[in-house]
RNA sequence: GCGGAUGGCUGGAUGGCCGCGGUCCCGGUGUAAUGCCGGGGACGAGGAAAGUCCGGACUCCCUGAGGCAACGGUGCCGGGUAACGCCCGGGCGGGGCAACCCGACGGAAAGCGCCACAGAGAACAGACCGCCCUUCGAGGUUCGCGCUGCGGACCUGCGAGGGGUAAGGGUGAAACGGUGGGGUAAGAGCCCACCGCAGAGGCGGCAACGUCUCUGGCAUGGCAAGCCCCACCGGGAGCAAUGCCGAAUAGGACCUCCGCGGGGCAUGUCCCCGGGGCCGCUUCAGCCCCAGGCAGGUCGGGUAGGCAGCUGGAGCCCGCCGGCAACGGCGGGCCGAGAGGAAUGGUCAUCCAGGGAAGAACGGCCGCAGGGCCGGACUUCCCGGACAGAAUCCGGCUUACAGGCCGUCCGCGCAA
């Protein structure tokens, strides 16, 4: 697993399906397959200004990587790009578990977005 | 005990599970280069890391040196410091009973400008009311005389004119010193005492300044946070500075190689023929152009990317010495983050502060009493960590901050 640190991969992701949950806001895309080694799974951060001063955004932007790094090894498939974009308040504050199960419905409803029309 | 002032420290603890960052060691692997994977070790945010307001270090750019001018900043004195707009000590002014706190605190006899409103008068001051003197008139009292009147003296809640006066009233931020006495028609530094002010001198202090004596009757209104004057300081931009290495692709220069246009049919290792320019004409030769490349190589600039700058420093701790202190000197010991979409954490439990609710032994007060009010060891449950996250590095300032701890001092009350 990498993390994404090109501004262009954030906003082709940003392009691709979202999911909006209670915690965050999640993007993703599957790659190109000229693109990055297709086997890996690659995830970024984004909280803004909008969340708060710089301790609420880190601890927001730590908790983040904290769900990622134990949903996406098993859940995230290899090819894609996942963002997940930090709420004002909430994803520093809601419950961890909580925040947990928001990332697996929304992986489920941006994986089937992606396959639906297909 | 109550109330207050001030200095310093601290900025939750322990454990389980899962992780992150650079670094060192071991093993493996790889790139143009940095690396990557696995295992292990120690280490890994703050007092403000913040605001980016001052001062520096360090880089690059500009500049021959100095001076002057302009612009910006600082502004009582002395000391500390690499430096400062910072710190320490002192002076002066203001506030407070006091501890203590606050202060853009140089110059207004260099010049310009401004001083609204109110007020009579506001910068070469000024007479509105009031007070005083005086002339005339009016009225009155009284005296005298030659008595339908005339004259003198005095008086006035009266009128008009002339003059004096800055004590009093009133206006204002400010009215050409203040208080008291003498003096005067009334007044006035007109005179005197004290205070203030100015000048000179003595003494104390490095100085800011203080103090004493003498002299002067008082000049020099305020604003410099309007311009200005004086003294001192200051070149600009910033670690995204700057230096180095350097793919792929495109483009550039050079070298080598191949090749260029038209036509024929027997389609080949074929044959025939070039045009324009240098050159006005002809021939030959040369060079250039029409006219290139899908090739190979070399070189330089440079993009992505990488490396350095990048953390050993005006460093931290302890002791001794000098200094009222800020701070300095000496000796010994220590190494304490270094990222780059940015690590230093996520989560759970228990505990310690703290807050809330309920119960409650017991104590105090009120009441005849039933009872009511207040405090409250302890028990249970719930809530629950302030402000805030390094980004080249230091010295400051400013601002934010739940709670806790330690010290010193002042006022009041009580006791001895």
């Not at 693109?35 to 690659?42: F, G, Q, S």
Request: hydrophobic fraction near 45%; charged fraction near 25%; glycine fraction near 8%.
């Amino acid at each position: 697993m990498a993390t994404l640190t090109k501004r262009a991969d954030f906003l082709a992701a940003a392009r691709a399906g979202r999911a909006g949950t209670p915690g965050f806001l999640l993007q993703a895309r599957k790659r190109r397959p000229d693109e990055a080694d297709p086997t890996m799974v690659r995830v970024g951060f984004t909280c803004s200004k909008k969340v708060g001063n710089a301790v609420a955004r880190n601890r927001a932007k730590r908790r983040l990587r904290a769900i990622a790094r134990e949903v996406l090894p098993a859940l995230g498939q290899p090819g894609w790009d996942y963002v997940l974009i930090g709420k004002s308040g909430v994803t520093a504050e809601r419950p961890f578990v909580a925040l947990h199960d928001d990332l697996l419905q929304a992986l489920a409803r941006v994986h089937a977005a992606r396959r639906g029309p297909q």
